[in-house]
């Protein structure tokens, strides 16, 4: 009897895995049409556990893709859609090739349509899902919508995007959903929370488009991204208006006149932020605005929930005091400011804003108005200025923002050298990240104080002191009561018997052992105690088993690289502070060398 087994790489992470190659074999697509496909249904290549087996023995190093994720391809039926593509292009190509114009304009008229519609509500089968996976969605297309016409890239799909990310900007600021911002050289960063999810996005600086000297990024590819993206953000936005009560599509100054976008760069951005001044129309008043809103909280009754339920409590009312952080407030911006970042941002916590409007459209009020609290300027003086308002350079707002409160004016005066720009994101509670003293400041309040506590050790110090004298008073009590105890047992002794002694002396032994001292301090040796400490942990090493070695000693490389990147941060800011106070110095020096006129 033979018995016939399976053969090698038929079974396991052989079978299980297959390369690129065979995958476009077995779906029969070009290698452009398999990656739009890819990343349209978001499909991405496996890192296998064991690539040997995986490759089924052959060397290098292969792009593979997980099985069934190739047979959940294969019944797509986009496919149908790009071999449409692939036949129309050919039947354009031939009729250009004959001239026959007559069925050349056709076939353009009825070209095939790619729709995603059913590929968003696979991908994403609840609107949470769809927010949680926004932030790459809003970078991009953010990004696309400060693109000009370029070769990989149609014109429809920027301004589309620019619609859409405008769209969206309005959403946040009916919702009063901003909660941190940072300027970067990268550009601005936002982070909005809506319906409980966290969304962070990037807003490049708009600067005119220059064009790469060589193809070093792949357009095509973000495009295909971006085409997704679009049909996405287009029903995430739907959403979010009907859940704020508001109309879709709203109606915007810049999304009705496209041919003037094509013209005048200039002229739809400064449209595009005066939309974002105008309030949105409501479907219906009658319904409450997310403005005035009361956030209940669920009352548990478990008693370990109790702290969770406080300090949710308290970062509500610090969420409520946020959302109304700018109302009352009319800002002024001056025309050297970056105007679409500040009107976001203030019109989501409740300020109105107003800049000058014979250089841009969409002004609510003038300079001259004296109801105007603060005047954003970006220069170091100003020919006129009102006694009734604050001149602030643009940071007050981002930093006003970040602290949760209005921070004081003073520093942020027309002129003044600003504090530096914190960012929000950075987690000092995560272990091995670096703080700057600016921030460990405003965390604790005893940093900045070494005179102070110069003076609590020495307090600490004479305390120590007392209690030692405290101390040695109380041993020369006991040692004269033990003295005192001696001479009446020695009176005693003389008169009883000698077994009356013995009971006596174990009597006055268990009242001895009874009796409170005073503990005598332990002096610990901090060598000694680091030396073993040091042990324990070489020992508790080597208790690590073999397979978790690998990635013990990677965590430890990761854990040496940042301890590595705090040490070179510090010494930065040492060399810069190093600089600043001899540039302080020269400048003292140069003022007294100064003759008086």
């Given amino acids: ?112 349509t790619l729709k995603l519609d059913h590929i968003v509500k696979e991908r994403y089968p609840t609107f949470i899902d769809a927010l949680r996976d926004l932030d790459d969605c809003l970078t991009l297309c953010f990004l696309f919508s400060t693109f000009p016409s370029l070769t990989h890239i149609p014109r429809d799909q920027s301004i589309l995007c620019r619609r859409l990310s405008i769209e969206f900007l309005h959403a946040v600021i009916a919702a009063k959903a901003l909660r941190k911002v940072f300027v970067s050289i990268k550009g601005y960063y936002y982070q909005a929370e809506i319906k409980g ?33 679009i049909t996405m953000l287009g029903f995430v936005n739907y959403r979010l208006y009907h859940t704020l009560n508001l109309y879709y599509p709203p109606k915007l100054t810049a999304a009705e006149n496209n041919d003037k976008i094509l013209v005048d760069e200039e002229a739809y951005v400064s449209e595009r932020i005066g939309a974002l001044n105008v309030p949105l129309v409501t479907l219906d008043p009658s319904v409450q605005s997310a403005e005035d809103e009361e956030l209940e909280m669920d009352q548990f009754t478990n008693e370990g929930d109790a702290t969770k339920l406080e300090e949710a409590k308290l970062e509500a009312e610090k969420v409520k005091k946020l959302k109304t952080l700018f109302k009352g407030l009319k800002v002024f911006l001056n025309r050297e400011v970056p105007r679409e970042p500040l009107v976001f941002i203030l019109r989501c916590f409740g300020a109105e804003v107003s800049w000058d409007k014979l250089l841009f459209v969409g002004a609510t009020f003038d300079e001259s108005d004296e109801t105007i609290t603060h005047h954003v300027v970006d220069r170091p003086s100003m020919t006129k200025q009102y006694i009734s308002r604050y001149y602030v350079q643009p940071q007050w707002v981002f930093d006003s923002v970040n602290a949760r409160e209005l921070m004081p004016v003073e520093k942020y005066l027309m002129g003044c050298v600003l504090p530096p720009h914190l960012s929000p994101f950075s987690d000092s509670r995560h272990d091995q990240a670096y703080i700057p003293p600016e921030e460990r400041a405003l965390m604790d309040s005893d940093f900045k104080l070494t005179n102070d506590a110069g003076e ?142």
């Fill in 1 to 112: 009897m033979v018995v016939i087994g399976k053969k090698k790489y038929q079974s396991g992470e052989g079978a299980q895995f297959m390369s690129r190659k065979a995958a476009l074999k077995k779906l029969q697509l070009s290698l452009t049409d398999f990656r739009r496909l890819c990343i349209l249904k978001g499909i991405y290549p496996r890192e296998p556990r064991n690539r040997k087996r995986a490759q089924k023995g052959e060397p290098g190093i292969k792009i593979l893709y997980h099985k069934k994720d190739i047979q959940f391809l294969i019944h797509e039926p986009i496919i149908w859609k790009l071999r449409d593509y692939k036949i129309f292009n050919k039947k354009i190509a031939k009729a250009k090739a004959l001239r026959d114009f007559s069925n050349m304009k056709r076939y353009l008229n009825n070209h095939p």
């Fill in 197 to 229: 999810q966290t969304i962070t996005w990037i807003v490049p600086h708009h600067f005119c488009f220059e064009p790469q000297a060589k193809n070093q990024v792949d357009f095509k590819i973000m495009s295909i991204f971006v085409e997704f993206y």
């Fill in 456 to 597: 609590s050790d020495e307090e600490s110090e004479t305390e120590d002191e007392e209690e030692g004298e405290k101390a040695e008073g109380e041993d020369l009590q006991d040692s004269d009561e033990e003295s005192e105890q001696k001479k009446d047992e020695e009176a005693n002794d003389a008169e009883m018997s000698s077994a009356e002694k013995e009971k006596q002396q174990d009597r006055l032994k268990k009242k001895k052992e009874m009796k409170v001292k005073t503990g005598a301090v332990t002096k610990e040796n901090p060598w000694e105690k680091n030396r073993q400490e040091k042990q324990e942990y070489r020992l508790r090493e080597r208790m690590i088993k073999k397979k978790h070695r690998n990635l013990y000693r990677s965590m430890m490389k990761g854990r040496e690289e940042r301890s590595k990147q705090i040490w070179l941060l510090r010494k930065k800011r040492r060399l810069h502070d190093a600089a600043e106070k001899e540039k302080r110095k020269e400048e003292r020096k140069q003022k007294k060398s100064k003759p008086i006129e």
